[in-house]
């Protein structure tokens, strides 16, 4: 009997327990949602007055810019993904993940050597708002120290796991002199491996100055680029990276761009 009259008491007490996870996770996520950020227009809107983007590059405040940004690892099938990006000539910003750097030096060498930018996507994919700020220090500068030695160049922007980002996050980022990249389009290409539907979110989200977000190491992703790349281009977009959409202003250590 003593079982039956503490089995209410234990389900309560799981209950909150849960009730009280549920909740924090949702304070975090609804934290980074109210972060303050700033769209490329915007950064651009900043530039000291005449101010002119560097020789040869696109000016955005002239054409209408998107860019592609991929995340995760440089392994396989980057190097496919680069040679479609290179038919359209479509320079993208890669957030490459640190913990795998070193074993594919030649697809880094080549993603910086063909024009391409390459951002800090941290060490471990670590969510960044839930660990303390020497590990958010680690994780960044793990990476970036990964990126340099291979490319000679440390990254200026990085992008938080998840989006995930709060005051703590931007701090340290600021610390180490890089800027945050969200995004304005998603493919969630990490629930399915549909590549028209894959497509379909990109188009059905695509506008002038977006940031799309896609992972190359699900299986329907590189699939869907020929159709995404073809589509984009028919309308009339041309394709920069992250920083080549801020010219000619230049991201600020700490800000969140969106």
């Not at 996870?21 to 609804?30: D, E």
């Not at 038919?87 to 750097?101: D, H, N, Q, V, W």
Request: with cysteine; net charge positive.
């Amino acid at each position: 009997m003593k079982i039956l009259k503490r089995r209410p008491r234990l389900l309560i007490l799981l209950t909150l327990a849960v009730v009280a996870a549920v909740t924090a996770t949702v304070a975090l996520v609804i934290q980074a949602n109210k972060m303050e950020t700033v769209s490329p227009r915007e950064e651009r809107d900043r530039a000291a007055s005449g101010a002119v983007v560097p020789s040869g590059q696109v000016d955005c405040r002239k054409v209408k810019c998107i860019a592609l940004t991929f995340d995760g690892n440089p392994g396989e099938p980057t190097d496919r993904l680069m040679d479609l990006l290179k038919e359209y000539k479509a320079p993208s910003t890669f957030f490459l993940e640190g913990r795998r750097i070193p074993k594919f030096p030649d697809v880094v060498r080549r993603i910086a050597r063909e024009g391409h930018e390459i951002g800090d996507h941290t060490w471990t994919h670590a969510v960044l708002t839930d660990v303390s700020d020497a590990q958010i220090r680690d994780e960044l500068r793990r990476t970036a120290k990964a990126i340099s030695t291979i490319t000679g160049s440390e990254p200026t922007l990085m992008r938080p796991p998840q989006g995930r980002t709060d005051d703590r996050v931007s701090k340290v980022s600021k610390e180490l002199g890089m800027a945050q990249v969200l995004w304005t389009v998603t493919a969630k290409d990490y629930e399915t491996d549909d590549t028209a539907l894959i497509t379909k979110r990109v188009l059905a989200g695509a506008d002038r100055d977006g940031i799309i977000l896609l992972h190359p190491l699900h299986k329907g992703t590189v699939p869907a680029m020929p159709s995404i790349l073809k589509a984009l281009s028919k309308q009339g977009y041309t394709f920069v990276t992250v920083s080549q959409l801020l010219a000619p202003s230049k991201a600020e250590p700490g800000k969140i761009y969106r």
